[in-house]
């Protein structure tokens, strides 16, 4: 079978109470329309149209990699239908079953989308639409049904009787509809209460025309939540949530508070890895098996290999980090960094773009900028790579073995060389040669009876 897709984003979102469009606002960190978009991918259509508004760049901007999407620009938001119609006017040369999905129903699962277009293949329908049950029905389109089951048309919520408000079962806004049948598109009539044309008119359109169509109840209604609002964006939050850890749970993955943690549909973690309360794993992150993640732990897009241990309250950003390797507590682990395996970043440890390699401790209150760090090196506390003049960053390489002394400095470019020591305390401006000792502090002196004649001076 043949697919397109089209993804309808040109709403105003007037009910988000916003200046941005409503498909743009962000679930987890990524906009609604991403997800409606990624779902669409996994269809492999022939073409995906996203019909946009004014406010186009935006949305574009948002999805980021938009090279296999088209998009048509819906000037005016004159309803769903104005809206589908708009975007088949790319699909001209398209024949066989056009998707289509509202850009605002990011809960969408691809497997669901393809049950539907089974049973719509299976009974050859011309026009199919996906409907689910909700209790209380808020304000979704509803399935205006016969007596004999048979679905006639489907109704908002501003021309209901009273006994079709009490009906549960509503429109999810994905459909399948064939491409012979695009040209009906033009028969629907403007809703004069709305000033807009409504795509719910199809089923009544294609039926008055002998079309063959079904409206498919399917089982999961939360996947099919829209978004109008803010309270449904935050109900959206909560049943990501739940899914994506439920979602690991069967994979072997261990939580103590499963209603504090997010783990964002991209990521993907290893079995028997706990996650204690308070973690967020974002992005693409991919995290090992049999890690240890402790309370309040971000990690973004970021891989963390088997039996690594993130201890409480640190923040890596799209970084690296070894097997069997501890990151924390309260580390920082900047972009662009990787920490070898087995190696230990402690307390108030900010790394940033740099390679750390197996073995390697900076255990107390370090800054590792733009710095090369070689095997089984020792970063005592305090250390500072200063990496930046004002103007540029320069870098700092600390080869094998190294042991830097607490307290220092070392002012880049600088190189430490293989098993060189830096004396605790020292300002390095210049390279250590291999086993020397660098240091750079004044010789200590000791003043005798210094303090008793301070005492005598100030009369204390
Ligand atoms: C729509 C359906 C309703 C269904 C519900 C499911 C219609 C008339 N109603 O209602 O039956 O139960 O979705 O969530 O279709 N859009 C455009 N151009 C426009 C208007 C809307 O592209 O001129 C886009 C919106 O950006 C949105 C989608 O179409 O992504 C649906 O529009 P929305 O205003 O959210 O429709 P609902 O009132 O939720
Ligand atoms: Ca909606």
Redesign the pocket.
């Known amino acids: 079978m043949r697919y397109s897709c089209v993804i ?4 105003l ?1 007037k009910r988000m109470n916003s200046s941005l469009p ?2 743009i606002h962000k679930l987890y960190g990524l906009p609604l329309i991403r997800y409606v978009v990624d779902a669409g991918r996994k269809l492999k259509p022939e073409k995906i149209v996203v ?1 946009a ?1 004014k406010n186009h760049r935006l949305i574009k901007d948002s999805i980021v990699d938009c090279r296999d999407i088209s998009f048509v620009i ?1 000037r005016k ?4 239908a ?2 589908l119609l708009s975007g088949t006017s790319l699909l001209k040369d398209f024949k066989g079953t056009v998707v289509v999905l ?4 990011p809960l969408i699962r691809p497997e669901t989308i393809r049950r539907f277009l089974k049973l719509h293949e299976r009974h050859k329908n011309t026009l199919s639409v996906a409907s689910f049950v909700v209790k209380p029905p808020h ?3 509803r399935i205006i049904r016969s007596s004999d089951g048979e679905a006639l048309k ?1 109704r ?1 919520t501003s021309s209901l009787t009273k006994a079709q408000k009490e009906i549960n079962e ?4 994905l459909y399948a509809i064939d491409s012979t049948a695009f040209p009906l598109l033009r028969k629907i009539k403007l809703n004069r209460k709305k000033k ?1 044309y ?3 008119d199809i089923l009544e359109v294609v039926r008055g025309r002998g079309g063959k169509t079904s409206v498919y109840c399917m089982v999961d209604g939360d996947e ?1 939540i ?1 978004i ?1 609002t803010r309270q449904e964006l935050l109900k959206a939050h909560d049943i990501l949530r739940k899914r994506q850890v439920m979602c690991f749970i069967q994979k072997g993955v261990s939580f103590i508070d499963a209603e504090s943690v997010f783990i964002h549909p991209y990521a993907m973690i290893g079995r028997e890895t706990l996650i204690y309360p308070n973690v967020y794993i974002q992005g693409k992150t991919r995290i090992g098996k049999k890690c240890i993640i402790y309370p309040n732990v971000r990690i973004i897009d970021s891989i963390i290999k088997d039996h690594a241990i993130i201890k409480d309250s640190t923040l890596i950003e799209e970084s690296f980090v070894g097997s069997k390797a501890e990151v924390g507590p309260f580390a920082h682990i900047r972009p662009g960094t990787s920490i070898g395996q087995s190696a230990k970043i402690g307390n108030f440890v900010e790394v940033k773009k740099s390679f750390v390699g197996t073995g390697t401790k900076a255990m107390h209150l370090s800054y590792i900028g733009d710095a090369t760090v070689g095997r089984g090196v020792n970063i005592g506390a305090g250390t500072i790579t200063c990496n930046y003049d004002g103007r540029k960053k320069y870098k700092t390489i600390i080869e094998d073995g190294v042991f830097v002394g607490s307290d220092s400095q070392l002012i880049a470019p600088v190189r430490l060389k293989k098993g060189s020591y830096v004396g605790a305390g020292s300002t390095i401006t210049a390279d250590v040669p291999t086993n020397a000792l660098g240091i750079s502090r004044v010789r200590q002196r000791n003043i005798k009876g210094w303090v008793k004649r301070k005492i005598k001076i100030n009369g204390e």
């Open positions: 309808l984003a040109a709403g979102g409503k498909v019909v508004g819906q938001p004159l309803g769903t104005h809206a509202n850009g605002d129903m304000s979704y389109g489907i908002e509503v429109n999810s806004g807009e409504y795509l719910t099919f829209g109008n």
